[in-house]
Nanobody, 124 residues
Framework: QVQLVESGGGLVQAGGSLRLSCAAS????????MGWFRQAPGKERELIAA????????YFADSVKGRFTISRDNAKMTVYLQMNSLKLEDTAVYYC?????????????????WGQGTQVTVSS
């Protein structure tokens, strides 16, 4: 399994922005579909964004569509989540995950490797 380390979380006011990063440990990163999940207190973990190995296909949950973007730099073995116009309900632990899925239906990928998570707290 690939090792993943997230960074960039923190405390931000509503309406602000944060960029999360997720660094992978293996060069095979370039072949993985990558996803960002989040889990708020008392709620199930949910997929909010995903990106194909080539970067040519992305998915966003309705709750973040138009506010969040996902990108990747395969040379740096890193995937990013740019979060803009943050809302109180975006408060959660954010996780990145990797899947060996190689197709276009990135939201249906089976993610088997996970980072440790990074806390994002949005305040009023």
């Amino acid at each position: 399994q690939v090792q993943l380390v997230e960074s960039g979380g923190g405390l931000v006011q509503a309406g602000g922005s944060l960029r999360l990063s997720c660094a992978a440990s293996e060069r095979t990163f370039r072949t993985y579909t990558m996803g960002w999940f989040r889990q708020a207190p008392g709620k199930e973990r949910e997929l909010i964004a995903a990106i194909r190995w080539s970067g040519g296909m992305t998915y966003f949950a309705d709750s973040v569509k138009g506010r969040f973007t996902i990108s990747r730099d395969n040379a740096k073995m890193t995937v990013y989540l740019q979060m803009n116009s943050l809302k109180l309900e975006d408060t959660a632990v954010y996780y990145c995950a990797a899947s060996g899925y190689y197709g276009d239906y990135v939201e249906g990928a089976d993610f088997g490797s996970w980072g440790q998570g990074t806390q994002v707290t949005v305040s009023s």
